[in-house]
């Protein structure tokens, strides 16, 4: 008999507890995302003024925006979707693409100097 994801992710008791340390797991995964989403705006307006890519890696951003990814996949696996969390991924995720769309603007410009 074959389990899907769903039904695997959601084999924990429905106790009071349980919920209680959903709500806690969750409080602190937005409040992560909510810190590392801080410096994207300062990094994007870095690369949009400066118009140069120092001190960017690509490899860097295309990891990070792995990272969201899997985060996503996760919230989508989960039985219920947490909104706010999966918001903050996805908002994550915006911004790095910018960023990582303004590295290959600059790249280009840099090239053509």
Known sequence: MAVSLREAASVCVDTGKDRL?????KIFEGLMLIC??????ASILKS???????GKSLVFLV??????ASGIAKCLLEPSIHWPV??????N?????????????NKRRE???
């Open 21 to 25: 340390e959903m709500s806690m797991v």
């Open 111 to 113: 090239a053509t100097e």
């Open 86 to 91: 999966f918001s903050l991924y996805i908002l």
């Open 93 to 105: 995720t915006l911004m790095v693409s910018t960023d990582t769309a303004l590295y290959f603007r």
């Open 36 to 41: 590392f989403g801080m410096a994207w705006p």
């Open 48 to 54: 949009f003024t400066s118009g140069s890519t120092k």
């Open 63 to 68: 990891v990070i925006l792995i990272g969201y």
